[in-house]
């Protein structure tokens, strides 16, 4: 009963180390290179009195604006 025990652990042991070491799929490239026009988006924004929503189609022609991503801002990370 033991050795039954022993080899029903020892085949989910190797099945679970089989199915955590599948390689995943490469990430797709991304789509937007540096100097790309972006695309429009939608964000809210705080102005001290209330949240509102400002579109990135709101400042086309208008004003220059730059758009840039910080990876794990305010994260502690």
Do not use: W
């Amino acid at each position: 009963m033991r050795n039954r025990v022993l080899i029903l652990l020892s085949t989910l042991l190797c099945l679970t180390s089989a199915v955590a070491q599948e390689k995943k799929p490469a990430p797709e490239p991304p789509k937007i290179k540096i100097g790309d026009m972006a695309p429009d988006f939608t964000l809210l924004q705080y102005d001290g009195s209330g949240v509102k929503p400002v579109s990135l189609h709101d400042f086309k022609g208008k004003k220059n604006v730059a758009v840039a991503f910080f990876v794990f801002a305010f994260t502690g990370g």
